[in-house]
């Protein structure tokens, strides 16, 4: 219950596309959800993240769009630049008994961008 | 400049030779860390620490041990290492839990290979 689905494993994009990545959540506890992004030999590093009283929260190229009763997330990522290459965890958290509010992550999205 | 820096950032080793992995921050945070990165199984949480002298294990903690004497610092103590601890180690704080909206930053990650 306490898991964070990410999909898809691997995402190559062609320059300027839309990049999708999608996760799940099952723990309706969860009230905290950001991206992080990390490039290669990099800790991961915030990017966008939101709160369920939203829908939808956007920062230039980034927007992660939130469904609540689905209880679903996603990030897409607006013209994609080969610099936005990099692995993708989605993330969730939630302050309810025992769970000290630490963060739950996805697997990770390796996202290749092609020029 | 806000920095978590961890040492040593690569190291091989031997089975049952023990080793410590350091961890600090400037940014006098209360709620600090430590991860492993594994392929396809995203970022696991080790132990975390919500302030000085209190600690709680994650969901990886065997083979293990942390300890939070200075808020600034928060070792990784592995006592026997065994070749399945072979990973890339983030530590990573916070000025509270991550449930509170409050951005963690992360290391640049220690390579530990077991053999």
């Known amino acids: 219950q306490q898991q964070v689905k990410q999909s898809p494993q691997s995402l190559i994009v062609q320059k300027g596309g839309i990049s999708i990545i999608n996760c799940a959540y099952e723990?309706?506890?969860?009230?905290?959800f950001p991206w992080y992004q990390q490039f290669p030999g990099k800790g991961p590093a915030l990017l966008i993240a939101?709160?369920?009283?939203?829908s939808e929260k956007k920062e230039g190229r980034f927007t992660i769009s939130f469904n609540k009763s689905a209880k679903q997330f996603s990030l897409h990522i607006m013209d994609s630049q080969p610099g936005d290459s990099a692995t993708y965890f989605c993330?969730?958290?939630?302050?309810?008994?025992?769970?000290?509010?630490?963060?739950?992550f996805g697997k990770g999205t390796k996202l290749s961008v092609k020029p | 400049e806000a920095q978590v820096t961890q040492n040593p950032r690569y190291l091989i080793t031997v089975t049952g030779k023990k080793l410590t992995v350091t961890c600090s921050q400037n940014m006098n945070h209360e709620y600090m860390s430590w991860y492993r990165q594994d392929p396809g199984l995203g970022l696991r949480q080790i132990y975390y620490?919500?302030?000085?002298?209190?600690?709680d294990k994650g969901d990886v903690p065997e083979g293990y041990k942390v300890s939070r004497k200075e808020k600034r610092n928060f070792p990784l103590i592995l006592e026997s290492p065994s070749p399945n601890q072979t990973s890339l180690y983030f530590c990573a704080s916070s000025s509270q839990t991550p449930s509170s909206g409050n951005t963690i930053y992360f290391g640049e990650g220690s390579w530990l290979t077991v053999v």
């Open positions: 993330a969730a958290s939630g302050a309810w008994g025992g769970s000290q509010g630490n963060l739950i």
């Open positions: 939101i709160r369920p009283d939203v």
């Open positions: 620490s919500m302030n000085v002298e209190v600690t």
């Open positions: 723990n309706t506890a969860f009230d905290y």
